[in-house]
């Protein structure tokens, strides 16, 4: 019988316990470590699963989903919204503060690769903030080419959807705390992360908020510190950007939704070939509005995508996603 601790992701432990519900025979590639990969078994089939990825997922549309400028040209050929970028090298950087000085701030800028919101700089309004974030991006000896985009205003939500079928959308919100007008704010921090959804890593369905030089910059912007006591009710966001990697929330508004958000899901999915699902970055000012009459953009497509944020979302309804997943599959 499998068991939770002995997986690294949540979201795979989720996946694989699925299947053994259905009968199947669930082995580790490396049975004695925490790894994710698996091997299931289910009648006369055999399937792989690697983190989420599924056998069905082709290495050319995993290649397209890591690289965000494949990802975008694809996507636009096929009618989907994505925001106004450009890409560069570290030998073009005089270029790059070129273009952004044409498209105009705010912008975003972030590696070419790269997963979980690592690298990424968003609310950038002026040049040299653009400098210091290309700087800190290229100090990776991995990364040499980076993106430039025009940032997008509006909410941000992770869709999660198979060729056909809309699984779940969660509205995802920077990491934040509530004063009650008695803790400071680092109490209140540490007061949120004895959640018991709150892990370290992917071990569960939220992260710990970590206190960091991002966070100490964020409340230096809003004039705060630390040591600062909320008002009662009070919300202070933490940082900008809303991945649940760096101690953002997840509330489900799957239900909220327009019901043609269903098919922009699955017009989504159709636009990288041979790929089975995924979950897709969107934003837009209205969820409840009809995206073909509004402005929204697809930011970017997570082919292993954080399932756990369905089943256990930190406020709304559960989710049963993996249950799609294996049907998908089996």
């Known amino acids: 019988m499998i068991r939770k601790k002995d997986f690294s992701f949540f979201s795979t432990y989720l996946l694989a316990r699925e299947a053994e519900k259905r009968g199947a025979t669930i082995e580790k590639f490396y049975p004695k470590t925490k790894q994710s990969f698996l091997i299931i078994k289910y009648k006369n089939k055999i399937e792989t699963i690697m983190g989420q990825r599924i056998s069905t997922l082709s290495y050319n549309a995993s290649f397209i989903c890591s690289n965000k400028v494949f990802c975008k040209i694809l996507l636009k ?20 503060l070129a273009y952004i000085q044409k498209i105009g701030f705010p912008i975003v800028i972030k590696p070419l690769y790269g997963t979980w919101g690592d690298g990424v700089y968003t609310g950038i309004a002026d040049i040299a903030a653009a400098k210091r974030a290309i700087k800190k991006i290229l100090a990776s000896g991995e990364r040499k080419r980076f993106l430039v985009e025009k940032q997008f205003v509006g909410e941000e939500y992770r869709i999660l959807a198979t060729k056909n079928k809309l699984l779940g959308i969660i509205n995802r919100i920077p990491a934040n705390v509530i004063g009650d007008g008695k803790n400071n704010i680092k109490n209140l921090i540490s007061k949120k992360n004895d959640d018991k959804r709150r892990g370290e890593g992917h071990s569960e369905s939220l992260v710990k908020i970590k206190i960091d030089s991002e966070i100490i910059e964020t409340l230096k912007k809003k004039h705060l510190t630390l040591a600062s006591v909320p008002k009662k009710g009070e919300q202070v966001f933490l940082r900008i950007k809303s991945n649940l990697s760096a101690g953002g929330d997840s509330i489900d508004v799957t239900d909220k939704a327009h019901p043609n958000i269903k098919k922009l899901a699955t017009k989504v999915i159709l636009s990288i070939p041979n790929l089975p699902y995924a979950g897709f970055d969107f934003m837009t000012k209205d969820i409840t509005k009809d995206p073909f009459k509004t402005d929204y953009i697809v930011i970017e497509i997570n082919e292993s995508p954080m399932l756990s944020m369905h089943h256990f979302p930190f406020r709304g309804k559960r989710r049963n996603v993996a249950k799609d997943i294996i049907d998908l599959i089996f």
Not at 85 to 92: H, Q
Request: hydrophobic residues 15%; glycine residues 10%; aromatic residues 10%.
């Open 77 to 96: 050929r096929n009618g989907i919204k994505t925001s106004e970028g450009k890409y560069f090298s570290k030998t073009k950087i005089p270029d790059s």
